[in-house]
């Protein structure tokens, strides 16, 4: 029998723990990442740019690169500046727009890209994509992985508790997505790759099943691992797959629909993620979501993130437009407006508001 295997797309350094930063330059220079210290660090004017100060001193050999926002502008901007500066790694130092602005610069200039997070918004932190605005509201562009990933819990502690709460709901709704995936296999014969599946699903499971919460070490180390998992798992199957399914598409409608009022991602998508698996009649898993989000203090109804519920309606019935091509619960069902009303009369009934 023949060995067959694959080279799956990863990190080489993955550090979850308290002090990580501390180590930032040795970790990089024993991984062989940067040896020199020759580094261009994005960082962003909160949370990156205190902890430059902090880490400059450590870090002597490195450019310091400040990010206003996270556009496509910002990103090609990022790669003219490094570019030609024989810099070793590019360093995303900040949030989830100063990663993937990082992200996206360094796959333009051609260097590896260290993903230093300072909250745990969503699973964008290692994943081989990056969200971007642009002029026609928001892309994604593809891009290689982090070639190494650091979550200091410390400085996750420091980041306002909403931020990670939404990574919460960003990592359980792989379940959702989960199922999506293997509905449009039963339907339409899409293939679903069994290990970017089990890898999102257990990353899902882990958050959603652990006791803890956001002031633990312990969960924090779940949810950082779950976060990695997904970006991993995305990277098997080469697109998103893995972790959107009609829950991000709901949450993609929120964002076009409603520019200057949308939520944090991973609220958004959580609350997609217990309606979704309310409409393909799983009554069960559904509670479990809303429990888990409610215990976490993340929303479950439309109106704890300041829409109505026909604003939600909405949202619904405009999602799969958002994601053409994709095969989820929503394509699947194609309710009408006044179905959709229904079914979001039941969920809110069935979650008792």
Not at 82 to 101: P, S
Not at 112 to 133: E, F, K, Q, R, W
Not at 285 to 312: C, K, M, N, W, Y
Request: charged share 20%.
């Amino acid at each position: 029998m023949p060995v067959l295997t694959r080279l799956i797309p990863s990190p080489v350094v993955v550090d979850i723990s308290r002090g990580a930063l501390d180590d930032l330059a040795g970790v990089l220079a024993d991984q062989r990442i940067s040896a020199s210290g020759k580094l261009a660090i994005a960082v962003s004017g909160g949370s990156g740019q205190a902890l430059s100060e902090k880490l400059a001193p450590v870090l002597p050999g490195a450019d310091w690169y400040p990010v206003a926002d996270g556009t496509i502008d910002s990103a090609v901007q990022l790669a003219d500046d490094i570019k030609g500066k024989r810099y070793d790694a590019v360093v995303g130092l900040g949030g989830g727009k100063i990663i993937d602005v990082a992200k996206y610069a360094a796959a333009r200039v051609g260097l590896p890209m260290v993903a230093v997070a300072t909250n745990l918004s969503h699973d964008g932190i290692c994943s081989p994509v990056s969200i971007l605005d642009n002029d026609n509201g928001r892309g994604s562009y593809g891009v290689p992985t982090p070639i190494a990933m650091v979550i200091d819990l410390d400085v996750i502690r420091e980041a306002p508790v909403r931020f990670v709460r939404s990574g919460i709901g960003d990592a359980i709704s792989n379940i959702s997505a989960i199922a999506d995936w293997e509905l449009s296999h039963q339907v339409n014969g899409e293939p679903v790759d069994g290990l970017a599946a089990a890898m999102a699903r257990t990353a899902g499971e882990s958050v959603l099943r652990h006791p803890g919460g956001v002031g633990d070490d312990e969960f924090l180390t779940v949810l950082s691992e779950a976060l990695v998992l997904s970006g991993i798992a995305m990277s098997i199957s080469g697109d998103t797959r893995p972790s959107s399914g009609a829950c991000h598409e709901i949450s993609h409608a929120f964002d076009l629909l409603y520019p200057k009022r949308s939520a944090l991602h991973g609220e958004q998508v959580g609350l997609g993620a217990a309606f979704a698996m309310h409409l393909r009649g799983a009554a069960e898993q559904s509670g479990l979501f809303t429990e888990v989000l409610r215990r976490h203090g993340l929303p479950v109804l439309p109106q704890e993130i300041g829409f109505s519920a026909d604003e939600f309606v909405r949202a619904v019935a405009y999602a799969p437009q958002t994601r053409p091509g994709r095969f989820t619960i929503l394509e699947h069902l194609n309710l009408s407006t006044a179905q959709i009303k229904d079914a979001y009369a039941d969920y809110a009934k069935a979650i008792g508001s």
